[in-house]
């Protein structure tokens, strides 16, 4: 199975010099500047308050894997996010004006382009699962996990994300791990 490893993809610093972002995927792989990814997978870390970028005709998630938490102004109305809560799904348009709970915060960030299918992002607690046929599918783990794929396990290092494109229906189990995240991408 194809991953990523957090330690391995290099920083990027954002336009606004407010953080930088690690890129774990973009898929399908570039074949050319006229073929973009569909779907980007990253983990930022933010040191100051600003604006998101803008990405039209993207829909983004967002979890605080880090840190105190964020508070994001959305055209809906401001919402707080911290550890403990669920990534939270918004337009891409909307470039919210970020700003700190209390000090720098380590994130994860899931895009996926409008017409490229439906991209989900939710909490994977020991035990749950993910079945049935997607375009791709992904756990990010921010701690050391166990995943059953198909009854072999594979050992996954903090900050590993583990991706799959097959579209087989096999049966993924987080077996042991805390702050994980299960991606799926159903084409629409």
Do not use: K
């Amino acid at each position: 199975m194809p991953h990523a490893l957090l330690a391995d993809c290099p920083p990027q610093p954002w336009r606004n010099g407010g953080g930088t972002t690690r890129e774990l995927l973009a898929w399908p792989p570039a074949r050319g500047a006229h073929e973009p990814w569909r779907l980007r997978v990253s983990v930022a870390e933010i040191a100051t308050d600003g604006p998101f970028s803008p990405f039209p005709g993207v829909e983004r998630w967002f979890a605080v894997l880090h840190g105190d938490g964020v508070r994001l102004a959305l055209p809906s109305g401001d919402v707080t996010l911290t550890p403990d809560d669920a990534p939270l799904a918004f337009d891409g348009e909307a470039a919210p004006m970020c700003r700190l709970v209390a000090g720098p915060t380590r994130d994860l960030n899931v895009m996926a382009r409008r017409g490229a299918g439906v991209a989900t992002l939710r909490v994977a607690a020991p035990g749950s699962r993910l079945e049935g046929e997607v375009a791709l599918r992904a756990l990010y783990t921010d701690a050391a996990a166990l995943l059953d794929v198909d009854g072999r396990t594979e050992a996954l290092a903090p900050g590993t994300l583990w991706w799959s494109d097959a579209r087989d229906a096999a049966t993924w189990t987080l077996r042991e791990g805390r702050r994980a995240f299960w991606l799926t991408l159903e084409e629409a």
